[in-house]
């Protein structure tokens, strides 16, 4: 998802909350035909707003305090879709045909494995070495932060499909970069050169 | 073109452009397809972040599988196979595959019986079952499996090792190879509804603004066109295809459905929400388990599993009228009916207990009173049942829509949130809604202005699940402001066949309820207009069908476009068979548990499934093995002597006293063919086994081209799927459950959708021969209509032993006063009438019999309103049967003396001679479960036989009887079963009331009655003589059952009088009968004629045994209580 998408999506959840007191078909419907792009999304704030209306108040809230639930919605939906603030980075590998990825694997020394693991941010961020991302952003012609951006932002769900209930999507496991390494399949020597710079 | 066949046929052409002419492995394929299509295969070890927990994950913008490093090539030749599959076939979806979507062996459709029918059949997992079928189809085409199987004589595990191949994966589809006919389906035989654009009818219906729609579509019309005109327009208006939620009432339609769109919307139509009732209801429940305390996977109970969690409890609910000893899933089967009635209603185990309470109060008379009884003792099994089905966490089909209302009804929260998910509801089918679905709708679809439902009043047929076009009525009610439309054009039928329709539809009482039947014939006048034939009788009847199919075939029709239509199974069987024996080959597989070849599959698990294995006597006459019925005797003698299981026997038949060389021989080649399976095995594995392993069996059935020899294949197919599906529930061994469920399915009427033929074997050159029900959606170029006559259709009305109690169905009927139940009745066979009707293209022929045995038939009343424009052939031509088959040969057994039989033997025999043979001479053991209840029966037998002993002059007490029942208990009673108390209370009951039934008597004379006749000595056993208080002599014959409408002519009190008389003399004596469980007594009062009529048919009895006449006397109620059900009428041959 790119940062602009990202950056409608919040602007489309805004005006959802604008618009709606509570949500009901009719805004949703309006909101889905301004920002077509984001039907999924919408359609899962509404639904968790309406739940968390349904839900009995708490104690120390008045069960009109609208502010709590549209939190609440937006809180689950964030657990879903990514990082706080509903912006998560552009994906930096986005529109590159496998011809070019696998260039690039070449290029910098990984295999398909590690490649895909840090498209997919399957890497904790923090392992990853500084050079490695020095270079993807220099051959992905992207800022160093895009990059880091990237990497940063918590795992993809395992799939952008629409899962029944009984396969709710969840964040999927990370590993560190020297795992990933011992996982791959490199030869020895270009292994063993990445787990130094690790 | 159905998807699967699309994944068979792009999977073969995948596999020859790899293979190349060469034969490789099935990893070497793999690599070729991948490689040929750039990606990359990419291992990844367990455990690894990118798979996580999945199996594989197709990555396209990286053209590279990344996939579980499994430990067999084979397991990962399967794993790539199925990712290709995707790559194949879903460009518009990303693949992450988990575990329980991998599995190439998995078949095609779920087994149409049980709680699979209700799974998921959402678009991601027919893509994942797809994806299945493609990757078997690329490892292992169907035309090379068959000819290295056929051909090349390879068995399975053969096939699987050269390949390098998972073993199951070869075993499923040489299933599907060898088993069902090879090709297209060629769709489910309905009229697309017109070709090319919509008509103005359906264009206006799919472009509906402004409120609910209900569409009333006519046969004929295109109604699927229109509904998916209907998504397509919304989608193209802008709708959020995820916002459409299509229900259906079956996943065949679910699925016509979501192909008709994806060839439309390729990319939408996975977004859309498409599927049954159930499977949406299943859906909320796993969305919402927590608020309902249910599991997110929560299990779902069928019939059948239902019937086993309540058996064993039924004793401790104090039942009285639903008491049955002999075999209590048969009340289950009424209770479980009345109960899931009552979920169609809403009505839960409390409501239901309140209006049986109320009838109890509002009792007039006798029957009034012990129908409220009846409905208490259903509420007291209901509630029972629902705190089972929650202790367990589950739900059964009813609480699939019962509780989504509930949860709907009572959180606006959640009713809200799946309003907005689902903003666009569209309905198919809508006549069969039955009160609870209808009101989910309202939950789902709220003032319905977004709500589109077609359906066709005078096509529902579906009563008995408590559907009603009164739903259809009350639509306008349900959803105020709602519009109504109907479709204009009839595509199927010729002009004088939609006339005769229109004609009937105008007189059905349906017709008050919806709009005028109006229909335009697409194909103008092309046809002859139908025609009514009359025979002299059902026979004279099967002739002129017989003969009209075979005109009609020579004119250019060929079988599989014609069909006959029945009511009942009953006249479906006996068609069948009239067709068969004037050489029509048939599409029919009737009763699947009763056909000769899962016979023999049944009677194969059986040796698995008891130490006694009395499937031996079918398995053992196959022409394989050959083994003498003497030797077959010897072996299961030897196996109840406890030792060694028959099973085990098969290792070292040489050993077993007094077998033939030949018989050792037969059974020797029987055990090999066995090799390598023992008791833990499941039904799948011993039968996957047995039939592509070792054994010849399917040979000479593949071999041949005849339609039987076809239909044979189908039904083994049919038998395989539906053994894989039955989940591992229950207790014994794998086999034992799965016999277990099979009689459960016979007993309670469930194995009915296992007839379904399955859909590419539509297509043999055959007759389909169908249930009404059955040929709904279906349509053929000739339709016969036979039994058009008084009781044949309409049918007679049955009212249900356990019906709704009153006030529980508040349906309006037009304001007519009357039976609700009889209504019902009344209007469903006028619209089973319609569905036939319009179910012929061309041709139809309506048939009767004018008389049935001796009795005369009147004309169905339906004929006269089909106007007076119907044809009357009298006397058609016809077409005599071939020659009569040959009576089955005779079993001699060598006399021991003198035939001595008791009177209950007898009766037996009167019975069923074969199972007279089976259980008195062969003595097998049965195969029926030893529940509970037959133990507690047992242990009171035991009792009761002591009865005949007791000295003269003793009382019959109380206190005696409870002795002698604690003294039996250890040996035959439940000891250890977790209700035993309960078990034993009933067994004391029941003797209580044996001694209350005797009070004042005394034991008489205990000498044995006996009676000589011609052939032979009849030992009668009247179970009591006794002396009054006077001294009068009175005979009591004791059952343990209740007297109902019994009428005291059994066969053999007429022998026990015959013989009183010549001990006592007529009137020297007393004779009753007494069913213990409702203290009833009977006198016997036998006419002289009746008396004489009973002793003549022993004496033919008799001297039929002496002259080894045994023929099986099949019957539909007595059959699957028969504990020789599996095994029937099999024999080896030879004499004894």
Same mark, same amino acid.
Request: include cysteine; proline fraction near 7%.
């Given at each position: 998802?790119?940062?602009?998408?990202?950056?409608?999506? *919040?602007?489309?959840?805004?005006?959802?909350?604008?618009?709606?007191?509570?949500?009901?078909?009719?805004?949703?419907?309006?909101?889905?035909?301004? *920002?077509?792009?984001?039907?999924?999304?919408?359609?899962?704030?509404?639904?968790?707003?309406?739940?968390?209306?349904?839900?009995?108040?708490?104690?120390?809230?008045?069960?009109?305090?609208?502010?709590?639930?549209?939190?609440?919605?937006?809180?689950?939906?964030?657990?879903?879709?990514?990082?706080?603030?509903?912006?998560?980075?552009?994906?930096?590998?986005?529109?590159?045909?496998?011809?070019?990825?696998?260039?690039?694997? *070449?290029?910098?020394?990984?295999?398909?494995?590690?490649?895909?693991?840090?498209? *997919?941010?399957?890497?904790?961020?923090?392992?990853?070495?500084?050079?490695?991302?020095?270079?993807?952003?220099?051959?992905?012609?992207?800022?160093?932060?895009?990059?880091?951006?990237?990497?940063?932002?918590?795992?993809?769900?395992?799939?952008?499909?629409?899962?029944?209930?009984?396969?709710?999507?969840?964040?999927?496991?990370?590993?560190?970069?020297?795992?990933?390494?011992?996982?791959?399949?490199?030869?020895?020597?270009?292994?063993?050169?990445?787990?130094?710079?690790? | 073109?159905?998807?699967?066949?699309?994944?068979?046929? /792009?999977?073969?052409?995948?596999?020859?452009?790899?293979?190349?002419?060469?034969?490789?492995?099935?990893?070497?394929?793999?690599? @070729?397809?991948?490689?040929?299509?750039?990606?990359?295969?990419?291992?990844?070890?367990?455990?690894?972040?990118?798979?996580?927990?999945?199996?594989?994950?197709?990555?396209?913008?990286?053209?590279?599988?990344?996939?579980?490093?499994?430990?067999?090539?084979?397991?990962?030749?399967?794993?790539?196979?199925?990712?290709?599959?995707?790559?194949?076939?879903?460009?518009?979806?990303?693949?992450?595959?988990?575990?329980?979507?991998?599995?190439?062996?998995?078949?095609?459709?779920?087994?149409?019986?049980?709680?699979?029918?209700?799974?998921?059949?959402?678009?991601?997992?027919?893509?994942?079952?797809?994806?299945?079928?493609?990757?078997?189809?690329?490892?292992?085409?169907?035309?090379?499996?068959?000819?290295?199987?056929?051909?090349?004589?390879?068995?399975?595990?053969?096939?699987?090792?050269?390949?390098?191949? %998972?073993?199951?994966?070869?075993?499923?589809?040489?299933?599907?190879?060898?088993?069902?006919?090879?090709?297209?389906?060629?769709?489910?035989?309905?009229?697309?509804?017109?070709?090319?654009?919509?008509?103005?009818?359906?264009?206006?219906?799919?472009?509906?603004?402004?409120?609910?729609?209900?569409?009333?579509?006519?046969?004929?019309?295109?109604?699927?066109?229109?509904?998916?005109?209907?998504?397509?327009?919304?989608?193209?208006?802008?709708?959020?295809?995820?916002?459409?939620?299509?229900?259906?009432?079956?996943?065949?339609?679910?699925?016509?459905?979501?192909?008709?769109?994806?060839?439309?919307?390729?990319?939408?139509?996975?977004?859309?929400?498409?599927?049954?009732?159930?499977?949406?209801?299943?859906?909320?429940?796993?969305?919402?388990?927590?608020?309902?305390?249910?599991?997110?996977?929560?299990?779902?109970?069928?019939?059948?599993?239902?019937?086993?969690?309540?058996?064993?409890?039924?004793?401790?609910?104090?039942?009285?009228?639903?008491?049955?000893?002999?075999?209590?899933?048969?009340?289950?089967?009424?209770?479980?009916?009345?109960?899931?009635?009552?979920?169609?209603?809403?009505?839960?185990?409390?409501?239901?207990?309140?209006?049986?309470?109320? !009838?109890?109060?509002?009792?007039?008379?006798?029957?009034?009173?012990?129908?409220?009884?009846?409905?208490?003792?259903?509420?007291?099994?209901?509630?029972?049942?629902?705190?089972?089905?929650?202790?367990?966490?589950?739900?059964?089909?009813?609480?699939?829509? !019962?509780?989504?209302?509930?949860?709907?009804?009572?959180?606006?929260?959640?009713?809200?949130?799946? @309003?907005?998910?689902?903003?666009?509801?569209?309905?198919?089918?809508?006549?069969?809604?039955?009160?609870?679905?209808?009101?989910?709708?309202?939950?789902?679809?709220?003032?319905?202005? @977004?709500?589109?439902?077609?359906?066709?009043?005078?096509?529902?047929?579906?009563?008995?699940?408590?559907?009603?076009?009164?739903?259809?009525?009350?639509?306008?009610?349900?959803?105020?402001?709602?519009?109504?439309?109907?479709?204009?054009?009839?595509?199927?039928?010729?002009?004088?066949?939609?006339?005769?329709?229109?004609?009937?539809?105008?007189?059905?009482?349906?017709?008050?309820?919806?709009?005028?039947?109006?229909?335009?014939?697409?194909?103008?006048?092309?046809?002859?207009?139908?025609?009514?034939?009359?025979?002299?009788? %059902?026979?004279?009847?099967?002739?002129?069908?017989?003969?009209?199919?075979?005109?009609?075939?020579?004119?250019?029709?060929?079988?599989?476009?014609?069909?006959?239509?029945?009511?009942?199974?009953?006249?479906?069987?006996?068609?069948?068979?009239?067709?068969?024996?004037?050489?029509?080959?048939?599409?029919?597989?009737?009763?699947?548990?009763?056909?000769?070849?899962?016979?023999?599959?049944?009677?194969?698990?059986?040796?698995?499934?008891?130490?006694?294995?009395?499937?031996?006597?079918?398995?053992?006459?196959?022409?394989?093995?050959?083994?003498?019925?003497?030797?077959?005797?010897?072996?299961?003698?030897?196996?109840?002597?406890?030792?060694?299981?028959?099973?085990?026997?098969?290792?070292?038949?040489?050993?077993?006293?007094?077998?033939?060389?030949?018989?050792?021989?037969?059974?020797?080649?029987?055990?090999?063919?066995?090799?390598?399976?023992?008791?833990?095995?499941?039904?799948?594995?011993?039968?996957? #086994?047995?039939?592509?392993?070792?054994?010849?069996?399917?040979?000479?059935?593949?071999?041949?081209?005849?339609?039987?020899?076809?239909?044979?294949?189908?039904?083994?197919?049919?038998?395989?799927?539906?053994?894989?599906?039955?989940?591992?529930?229950?207790?014994?061994?794998?086999? #034992?459950?799965?016999?277990?469920?099979?009689?459960?399915?016979?007993?309670?009427?469930?194995?009915?959708?296992?007839?379904?033929?399955?859909?590419?074997?539509?297509?043999?050159?055959?007759?389909?021969? !169908?249930?009404?029900?059955?040929?709904?959606?279906?349509?053929?170029?000739?339709?016969?209509?036979?039994?058009?006559?008084?009781?044949?259709?309409?049918?007679?009305?049955?009212?249900?032993?356990?019906?709704?109690?009153?006030?529980?169905?508040?349906?309006?009927?037009?304001?007519?006063?009357?039976?609700?139940?009889?209504?019902?009745?009344?209007?469903?066979?006028?619209?089973?009438?319609?569905?036939?009707?319009?179910?012929?293209?061309?041709?139809?022929?309506?048939?009767?019999?004018?008389?049935?045995?001796?009795?005369?038939?009147?004309?169905?009343?339906?004929?006269?309103?089909?106007?007076?424009?119907?044809?009357?052939?009298? /006397?058609?031509?016809?077409?005599?049967?071939?020659?009569?088959?040959?009576?089955?040969?005779?079993?001699?057994?060598?006399?021991?003396?003198?035939?001595?039989?008791?009177?209950?033997?007898?009766?037996?025999?009167?019975?069923?001679?074969? /199972?007279?043979?089976?259980?008195?001479?062969?003595?097998?053991?049965?195969?029926?479960?030893?529940?509970?209840?037959?133990?507690?029966?047992?242990?009171?037998?035991?009792?009761?036989?002591?009865?005949?002993?007791?000295?003269?002059?003793?009382?019959?007490?109380?206190?005696?009887?409870?002795?002698?029942?604690?003294?039996?208990?250890?040996?035959?009673?439940?000891?250890?079963?977790?209700?035993?108390?309960?078990?034993?209370?009933?067994?004391?009951?029941?003797?209580?009331?044996?001694?209350?039934?005797?009070?004042?008597?005394?034991?008489?004379?205990?000498?044995?009655?006996?009676?000589?006749?011609?052939?032979?000595?009849?030992?009668?056993?009247?179970?009591?003589?006794?002396?009054?208080?006077?001294?009068?002599?009175?005979?009591?014959?004791?059952?343990?059952? @209740?007297?109902?409408?019994?009428?005291?002519?059994?066969?053999?009190?007429?022998?026990?009088?015959?013989?009183?008389?010549?001990?006592?003399?007529?009137?020297?004596?007393?004779?009753?009968?007494?069913?213990?469980?409702?203290?009833?007594? #009977?006198?016997?009062? !036998?006419?002289?004629?009746?008396?004489?009529?009973?002793?003549?048919?022993?004496?033919?009895?008799?001297?039929?045994?002496?002259?080894?006449?045994?023929?099986?006397?099949?019957?539909?109620?007595?059959?699957?209580?028969?504990?020789?059900?599996?095994?029937?009428?099999?024999?080896?041959?030879?004499?004894?």
């Amino acid at each position: 998802m790119s940062d602009e998408r990202r950056s409608s999506l *919040h602007a489309a959840l805004e005006d959802f909350v604008a618009a709606a007191g509570s949500p009901d078909a009719a805004t949703l419907e309006r909101m889905i035909s301004h *920002h077509p792009q984001h039907a999924a999304e919408l359609t899962d704030f509404a639904v968790e707003w309406a739940l968390q209306e349904g839900l009995p108040a708490s104690a120390d809230a008045g069960p009109a305090d609208d502010e709590r639930l549209i939190a609440a919605a937006l809180e689950r939906l964030r657990a879903r879709l990514g990082p706080a603030g509903g912006r998560p980075p552009a994906d930096p590998f986005a529109r590159r045909s496998a011809t070019e990825l696998r260039a690039l694997a *070449h290029r910098l020394d990984l295999d398909l494995s590690l490649l895909a693991k840090l498209r *997919h941010r399957r890497i904790v961020a923090d392992s990853v070495p500084r050079g490695l991302i020095r270079a993807l952003a220099a051959a992905l012609e992207v800022p160093l932060a895009a990059i880091e951006a990237h990497l940063a932002a918590p795992p993809a769900i395992a799939s952008d499909a629409r899962f029944k209930a009984a396969q709710k999507p969840r964040a999927e496991r990370q590993e560190t970069f020297a795992e990933a390494v011992r996982r791959s399949r490199l030869d020895p020597g270009t292994r063993e050169r990445w787990l130094a710079s690790c | 073109m159905d998807a699967f066949e699309v994944a068979r046929i /792009r999977a073969r052409a995948w596999h020859e452009e790899a293979a190349a002419g060469d034969d490789p492995g099935a990893w070497e394929l793999v690599e @070729r397809v991948a490689r040929a299509r750039g990606y990359e295969l990419v291992p990844l070890a367990a455990g690894d972040a990118l798979l996580d927990s999945a199996e594989a994950m197709l990555d396209r913008q990286l053209e590279a599988i990344f996939y579980r490093a499994a430990e067999s090539t084979a397991e990962r030749a399967a794993l790539i196979a199925h990712e290709l599959g995707h790559l194949a076939l879903h460009e518009h979806q990303p693949a992450i595959c988990r575990d329980d979507d991998v599995d190439a062996s998995t078949p095609d459709e779920p087994s149409p019986a049980g709680a699979s029918r209700v799974e998921a059949y959402g678009v991601r997992e027919r893509q994942e079952l797809q994806a299945n079928v493609f990757a078997r189809e690329l490892l292992l085409p169907r035309p090379l499996a068959r000819a290295l199987f056929l051909d090349r004589g390879l068995t399975a595990s053969a096939i699987a090792g050269r390949r390098q191949l %998972p073993l199951d994966v070869v075993r499923q589809q040489l299933c599907d190879a060898l088993l069902i006919p090879a090709g297209d389906d060629g769709g489910d035989g309905e009229t697309a509804g017109g070709g090319g654009d919509l008509d103005p009818s359906q264009e206006a219906a799919a472009r509906h603004r402004g409120g609910a729609l209900l569409l009333e579509a006519g046969p004929g019309t295109g109604k699927t066109r229109a509904l998916v005109g209907r998504v397509v327009h919304l989608v193209e208006s802008g709708a959020d295809p995820a916002s459409i939620l299509a229900l259906t009432f079956s996943n065949k339609a679910a699925a016509e459905i979501t192909e008709r769109v994806a060839e439309v919307l390729p990319a939408a139509a996975p977004l859309i929400w498409t599927g049954t009732f159930h499977a949406f209801g299943l859906e909320l429940l796993r969305q919402h388990h927590q608020r309902l305390e249910l599991e997110a996977d929560v299990p779902v109970v069928d019939r059948s599993d239902a019937i086993e969690l309540l058996e064993e409890l039924l004793p401790t609910l104090g039942l009285i009228h639903h008491q049955n000893l002999y075999e209590p899933a048969i009340e289950l089967r009424e209770i479980l009916a009345a109960i899931s009635r009552a979920k169609d209603e809403l009505v839960g185990e409390e409501a239901y207990a309140a209006l049986a309470r109320a !009838m109890l109060d509002a009792a007039g008379d006798d029957a009034e009173r012990v129908a409220a009884e009846r409905a208490l003792e259903v509420a007291a099994v209901y509630r029972v049942y629902q705190h089972a089905l929650r202790a367990k966490r589950a739900v059964d089909f009813g609480d699939l829509i !019962m509780l989504p209302v509930q949860l709907l009804e009572s959180e606006p929260g959640v009713r809200r949130a799946v @309003r907005l998910r689902h903003r666009h509801v569209l309905v198919d089918e809508y006549q069969d809604v039955n009160r609870a679905s209808a009101r989910l709708l309202q939950a789902v679809a709220g003032d319905g202005s @977004r709500l589109w439902v077609v359906g066709d009043a005078r096509q529902s047929i579906y009563r008995f699940r408590g559907a009603s076009a009164a739903n259809l009525a009350r639509f306008g009610d349900d959803f105020p402001g709602a519009t109504a439309r109907a479709l204009a054009r009839n595509y199927r039928s010729t002009a004088a066949i939609v006339a005769a329709c229109s004609r009937f539809a105008r007189t059905m009482r349906v017709s008050r309820r919806c709009l005028d039947l109006d229909l335009e014939a697409a194909r103008g006048d092309v046809g002859p207009p139908p025609d009514l034939r009359v025979a002299a009788d %059902p026979e004279g009847e099967a002739a002129a069908i017989a003969a009209r199919v075979r005109q009609l075939e020579a004119a250019g029709v060929p079988l599989y476009r014609q069909a006959v239509l029945c009511r009942s199974n009953a006249t479906l069987n006996a068609l069948a068979e009239a067709c068969e024996a004037r050489g029509i080959p048939v599409l029919h597989l009737g009763s699947l548990f009763e056909r000769d070849e899962v016979r023999d599959m049944l009677s194969l698990l059986t040796l698995f499934a008891d130490a006694w294995g009395s499937g031996l006597v079918r398995v053992a006459a196959l022409p394989a093995y050959a083994v003498p019925l003497a030797d077959v005797r010897a072996v299961l003698a030897k196996a109840r002597q406890g030792e060694s299981t028959v099973l085990e026997l098969l290792a070292r038949p040489q050993e077993i006293e007094g077998v033939s060389p030949a018989g050792a021989a037969g059974l020797a080649r029987l055990g090999r063919d066995l090799r390598g399976l023992d008791r833990a095995a499941t039904p799948w594995q011993i039968l996957a #086994t047995y039939l592509f392993e070792g054994s010849s069996y399917l040979a000479g059935i593949l071999r041949s081209d005849a339609v039987a020899d076809r239909m044979r294949a189908v039904a083994l197919y049919q038998f395989l799927s539906f053994a894989r599906s039955v989940r591992p529930v229950g207790s014994g061994f794998p086999a #034992t459950r799965l016999l277990d469920r099979v009689r459960r399915l016979v007993l309670l009427g469930e194995e009915r959708d296992l007839r379904q033929i399955p859909a590419p074997a539509r297509h043999l050159e055959a007759l389909p021969l !169908m249930t009404i029900h059955a040929s709904k959606g279906l349509e053929f170029d000739a339709v016969h209509l036979p039994s058009l006559m008084s009781r044949g259709l309409p049918s007679t009305f049955q009212r249900p032993r356990d019906p709704p109690p009153a006030g529980m169905i508040t349906r309006p009927v037009d304001g007519e006063e009357g039976d609700p139940l009889r209504a019902d009745h009344d209007e469903e066979e006028e619209c089973l009438f319609f569905v036939a009707l319009s179910r012929a293209r061309t041709h139809l022929h309506l048939y009767r019999p004018e008389r049935v045995g001796k009795t005369r038939r009147k004309p169905s009343i339906f004929l006269p309103r089909l106007g007076d424009e119907l044809l009357v052939v009298e /006397r058609p031509p016809a077409l005599p049967r071939s020659a009569p088959p040959p009576p089955p040969p005779a079993v001699r057994v060598a006399p021991a003396g003198p035939i001595e039989l008791s009177g209950w033997e007898l009766e037996q025999y009167d019975r069923c001679p074969r /199972r007279f043979l089976y259980g008195r001479v062969l003595e097998l053991a049965g195969t029926r479960r030893d529940s509970a209840y037959y133990r507690t029966q047992r242990a009171l037998y035991a009792v009761l036989d002591q009865l005949a002993s007791l000295p003269a002059g003793r009382a019959i007490e109380g206190a005696w009887l409870r002795r002698r029942l604690a003294e039996a208990w250890p040996e035959h009673g439940p000891v250890d079963h977790a209700f035993e108390a309960e078990y034993r209370r009933l067994a004391e009951d029941v003797l209580d009331n044996l001694a209350a039934t005797h009070a004042g008597l005394k034991a008489a004379d205990s000498r044995p009655l006996r009676l000589d006749l011609d052939a032979g000595r009849v030992l009668l056993d009247p179970g009591l003589i006794a002396a009054g208080a006077g001294g009068d002599v009175v005979l009591r014959v004791l059952k343990t059952g @209740r007297k109902g409408s019994y009428k005291a002519d059994d066969l053999s009190l007429g022998l026990v009088q015959e013989a009183a008389d010549a001990r006592w003399g007529a009137g020297g004596y007393r004779l009753e009968v007494v069913h213990l469980l409702d203290r009833g007594l #009977t006198p016997v009062a !036998m006419s002289g004629r009746m008396r004489a009529g009973r002793l003549d048919k022993s004496r033919r009895h008799l001297r039929a045994i002496a002259r080894g006449r045994f023929p099986a006397q099949p019957d539909p109620f007595r059959c699957p209580r028969c504990p020789y059900f599996f095994v029937c009428p099999a024999l080896p041959a030879g004499d004894l």
